[in-house]
């Protein structure tokens, strides 16, 4: 059966449309337009399809429109990640007058620009409170490292291997510093009979004090964490490019930390490696830069180390209350300004 055509809905069939020509004038075109805008029945056709977009009269304001659209979704992101709640009302506000424009646009541009800056400011400050976490569990763990080695012989697990060869002492006169530590002990290097280097520590009460000296090298370290993903292919590695001729010692940070360079939470390892000379110190800086550890200053004796970490808490405490002020800020500002959405 046939419906007659006055009753046909649109969805099925195409209204009835009609095509005119509009003459306005320049001061009352955007209104116009405007107006019927709100109707929402009309499509405008372009008359000038070859002309380019930068030649276009009204282009400047339509970048402006853009633009201001933009800020606008940079703030709405910023609402949700603050957990703001939006209100839908349901309303839909005309179109705003010209001069509204442009106090619109100076508000959404400091408000943009302050969002930012404080964005920025915290990003700077995460960064630093993270460094400042992997330097305490830095400290914490080497000071931990070196009172172990300070009356233990460091080796390998398992048995102590017969020592075969001890290199010879390459410089006459006092023991270098990087020898000695504030225990009262002695770094010396030494070859087992499997060929591998090991650590050991003599204290100066040593009756043997004055044979064990000439063993000894100048041993020197460098400490840093690295993710836990990463280490046995480091290791590895650190081992093969350095023959074996480095001691490396790991210990894993219990807490989940937050990469210094993407922010996002990783298991990291603290790590610290013994080594000769100034080859060996290049190779393993180069090593630990092509798997992105970060490497820390930490100081030879265990008083600058205590000193250093009661100087780390200050910062961190610090910084926690400076991070809690700054996202308190920026929530207000987003409570203030979530009208606009």
């Not at 010209?98 to 800056?117: G, S």
């Not at 404080?118 to 460094?131: A, G, I, Q, Y």
């Not at 012989?153 to 510093?177: C, D, N, R, Y």
């Not at 087992?192 to 063993?215: G, I, V």
Request: aromatic share 8%; with cysteine; glycine share 4%.
């Amino acid at each position: 059966m046939a419906v007659p055509e006055e009753q046909m809905p649109g969805i099925y069939r195409s209204e009835e449309i009609c095509l005119a020509q509009l003459f306005l004038q320049s001061d009352a075109a955007y209104q116009c337009v405007a107006e019927l805008g709100e109707l929402g029945l009309v499509q405008f056709r372009d008359l000038n399809p070859d002309v380019s977009s930068f030649q276009r009269k009204y282009v400047n304001e339509v970048r402006r429109c853009d633009e201001m659209e933009r800020k606008l979704r940079f703030l709405e992101r910023e609402i949700k990640k603050e957990e703001i709640m939006m209100l839908d009302t349901g309303e839909n506000p005309d179109a705003p007058l010209p001069r509204e424009m442009i106090d619109l646009e100076a508000t959404f541009e400091k408000l943009e620009n302050e969002l930012r800056e404080v964005n920025r400011n915290e990003e700077t400050l995460k960064k630093n409170f993270s460094e400042l976490t992997e330097l305490k569990h830095i400290l914490r763990k080497t000071q931990t490292f070196f009172e172990e080695a300070g009356t233990d012989v460091l080796m390998p697990s398992g048995e102590v291997p017969q020592v075969e060869e001890a290199m010879e002492l390459t410089q006459t006169g006092p023991v270098p510093a990087g020898m000695l530590n504030n225990f009262g002990t002695r770094i010396c290097w030494e070859r087992t009979a499997l060929n591998q280097p090991r650590l050991l520590m003599t204290t100066d009460s040593d009756t043997s004090h004055k044979a064990t000296r000439e063993r000894c090298l100048g041993i020197n370290f460098v400490a840093g964490v690295i993710q836990r993903e990463r280490l046995p292919a480091f290791e590895k590695l650190l081992w093969r490019a350095c023959r074996g001729n480095v001691f490396l010692k790991t210990s894993d940070i219990d807490d989940v930390l937050n990469d210094t360079v993407t922010g996002e939470p990783v298991n990291k390892t603290v790590f610290i490696i013994f080594f000769q000379g100034d080859q060996l110190k290049i190779k393993v800086k180069k090593i630990c830069e092509g798997f992105r550890a970060t490497l820390y200053p930490c100081p030879d004796t265990p008083q600058e180390r205590r000193e250093m970490s009661i100087g780390v808490m200050t910062r961190i405490e610090d910084l926690k209350t400076v991070l809690g002020q700054t996202q308190d800020h920026k929530h207000r500002v987003l409570v203030r300004r979530h009208s606009f959405f």
